[in-house]
């Protein structure tokens, strides 16, 4: 049953057509993918990507024959020293020549560097702050395991801030890999980051 207006109703009036209307209205039906690729600063203009997990190891070069008590840092170079600004979690992955332990601790990267806009830094030093694995809200080291063994010619893998986030957003990223296997070792390093 189609709906008029009455004869004395505004819209007659106004001579709009009372005839009935199709209320079939043709919407273009299509599926169009959206993609959010970052955002930029309001302030500075600076665009920022979208933040993504590592998909692959990335491989600093092998340490040759570190003797016994020997330490090494890796990544050794730019522009490999790790940012881990935006990620909350690292794999890092150890491939020794000789079984046995190693000691594994985060530290800061090269004096040279830039830390945000600071320079010089305390090079090779533990990273310290507030860790919430540690007891209390006391400064201590983000990241510091003094015996790990780890078994000769694998990549011996392992996650740091599973739990606790220990090197979240930390910048100019290093390790300290000292050889404690009882003998020369070649040591190689690998990490890949997580959001």
Do not use: C
């Amino acid at each position: 049953m189609a709906k008029d207006f009455a004869p004395w109703s505004a819209e007659t009036a106004q001579g709009i057509k009372t005839d009935p209307v199709d209320s079939n209205i043709d919407v273009k039906q299509q599926v169009v993918p959206a993609l959010t690729v970052g955002t930029i600063n309001a302030k500075t203009g600076e665009w920022t990507g979208v933040l993504e997990s590592d998909t692959a190891f990335l491989i600093d070069a092998i340490h040759e024959a570190v003797g016994n008590g020997g330490e090494v840092l890796s990544p050794q170079a730019q522009p490999d020293f790790i940012d881990m600004t935006g990620y909350t979690k690292i794999y890092i992955a150890i491939k020794p020549s000789n079984a046995g332990n190693v000691a594994i601790k985060a530290v800061m990267g090269p004096s040279d560097k830039y830390f945000a806009n600071l320079q010089p830094v305390n090079a090779g030093e533990n990273l310290r702050g507030s860790n919430p694995s540690a007891t209390g809200n006391a400064i201590s080291d983000l990241f510091s395991n003094a015996a790990e063994s780890l078994t000769a010619d694998v990549w011996n893998i392992f996650i740091i801030g599973a739990t606790n986030n220990e090197l979240i957003d930390q910048k100019l990223l290093q390790f300290k890999i000292t050889n404690n296997s009882g003998g020369p070792s070649n040591i190689q390093f690998a990490y890949l980051r997580v959001v």
